[in-house]
C-alpha cells in the first residue's frame, strides 16, 4: 500500500520531468541557416534567416527555370543575391 501512494505521488513529478530534456532548436540539415552569412541583395540588405531559406529552396527545386542545372551560388546571383 505504501508503494502505491509512493508511485502515486511521485508519477506527476516523472512525468513533468521527462518533458524536461533538451529540446531539438538547431537547424534541420540543408536548411540553410548556416548559409545566409556572407550574401546581400542588390540595395545591400541582409537577408533574413527566412528570406534566404524560400529562395535556396526555391532553387533546389527547380523552381527558378533560368537556374535549372546551375550550382546554388548562380541560382541566388540570379534572384538578386551576391556575395559580399
Do not use: H
Not at 540553410?32 to 541583395?41: E, L, P
Request: proline share 5%.
Amino acid at each position: 500500500m505504501r508503494k502505491l501512494v509512493l508511485l502515486t505521488m511521485l508519477a506527476p513529478v516523472i512525468i513533468a520531468l521527462a518533458g524536461c530534456g533538451r529540446s531539438d532548436n538547431s537547424p534541420a540539415s540543408g536548411s540553410g541557416a548556416d548559409g545566409v552569412a556572407g550574401w546581400v541583395f542588390a540595395s545591400g540588405k541582409r537577408p533574413s534567416r527566412a528570406e534566404y531559406a524560400a529562395l535556396a529552396a526555391s532553387c533546389r527545386q527547380g523552381a527558378v527555370r533560368s537556374a535549372q542545372g546551375k550550382p546554388l551560388e548562380a541560382c541566388l546571383a540570379d534572384l538578386g543575391l551576391r556575395k559580399e
